[in-house]
């Protein structure tokens, strides 16, 4: 039947919707521009809340597996897509990309224009919206500011038997940032936002900082607790937790426009004057200026708009990253940086380098 994307500006988009939607569907509108990954997407729970724009004008064609999942369930409020096809083929698909939406109730849109969404979200900036069955919507804009505590687990979680024990902070984890440390030889032990002060209790050899939704502002009260944390501890932080780990070193952060969610977001490394493709899924970014003052330096810059992709302390094990080097969706040009994370700021502080 037909249905609606509305704006909280008041543009409407006429499309297609299955289902009860006695409810309107309300979520932050973004856009992901990968042509592949939607599986991956769909899961990430940095995507809670929010309404997925798929620009690729096909979606659904390899299925949904068992396998790619990035978390236990789909997180995203609600997808907009121009063609999702019931017709799928891959050796591990299970279900159709609409079977398994309407499994987990996610409202979706389709036969819409997702150009012109794209567009006007470009121009005008990233803002509320509502997939309905109604031309008019009451915007009740009940959003949660805390959605990192609706994500992050219940217990610690303890996985593999490396000799290397990292304490990966939960602020709504990628299963594949631990997979990502479990192929490395790492024992990981998953912490929940919760339970932060329970880490010296683990002796851990250092600290992944993980990804997570919406502003890092929301974990202000915990910033003294992560400043001690990765102060004693080598420390990598990922998309939120490079986010948290410049606002806790007394820089700030900021909102984009309208973020930066595809698998092809060119990133320079300063240190070899190397570019890289890498996967990336944020709509807030670390303010340059405001990290003059601080024992850091910008290691990473994107090469489109020239927004800070990644920090190094200056005297501290401290590396973090704006970009996915766990990449899935995406490209995995970036995953050296387990590997340097790993080889030289969490062995070197086993060696005393940094004692
Ligand atoms: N993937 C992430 O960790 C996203 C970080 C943060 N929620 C942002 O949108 O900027």
Not at 252 to 266: D, E, I, S, V, Y
């Amino acid at each position: 039947m037909i249905g609606y994307l509305i704006l909280s500006d008041g543009t409407t988009f006429e499309g297609e919707i299955e289902g009860n939607f006695l409810e309107p569907c309300e979520g932050e509108l973004v856009f992901y521009t990968g042509m592949t990954g939607y599986q991956e997407v769909l899961t990430d729970p940095s995507y809670k809340d929010q309404i997925v724009v798929f620009t690729y004008p096909l979606i659904g064609n390899y299925g949904i597996n068992e396998k790619d999942f990035e978390s236990k369930k789909p997180q995203v409020k609600g997808v907009v897509v121009f063609q999702a096809t019931a017709q799928y083929s891959h050796y591990l698909a299970k279900y159709s990309l609409q079977q398994y939406l309407n499994k987990w109730n996610i409202p979706y849109i389709t036969n819409i224009d997702t150009r012109a969404i794209v567009k006007k979200i470009r121009s005008n900036g990233s803002q509320i919206a509502a997939i309905t069955a109604k031309r008019r919507v009451l915007f009740e804009q009940k959003l949660s500011h805390q959605p990192v505590k609706e994500v992050s687990g219940t217990k610690i979680e303890t996985y593999g038997e490396g000799d290397k024990h990292i304490a990966l902070l939960d602020f709504g984890f990628k299963k594949s940032i631990l997979t990502s440390l479990l192929k490395r030889g790492c024992k990981v032990s998953v912490v929940p936002v919760h339970s932060l002060n329970e880490i010296h209790d683990l002796s851990p050899d250092g600290l992944v900082l993980s990804n997570g939704p919406g502003d890092p502002k929301q974990l202000e009260n915990q910033l003294p607790q992560i400043f001690e944390l990765i102060s004693k501890y080598p420390t990598l932080g990922i998309c939120l937790g490079h986010q948290l780990i410049a606002l806790s070193l007394g820089g700030n952060t900021k909102k984009l426009r309208f973020g930066h969610r595809g698998a092809n977001h060119p990133v320079i490394d300063h240190k070899t004057g190397k570019v890289f493709m890498t996967s990336q899924n944020h709509s807030y970014v670390v303010d340059a200026n405001s990290l003059e003052p601080l024992p850091v330096h910008v290691r990473f810059t994107n090469v489109n708009d020239q927004s800070v992709e990644g920090l190094v302390h200056e005297h501290l094990p401290i590396l973090s990253v704006q970009f996915h080097p766990e990449a899935n969706p995406g490209p995995e040009d970036a995953d050296w940086v387990f590997d340097e994370f790993l080889e030289i700021y969490v062995t070197a502080r086993r060696e005393k380098v940094y004692a």
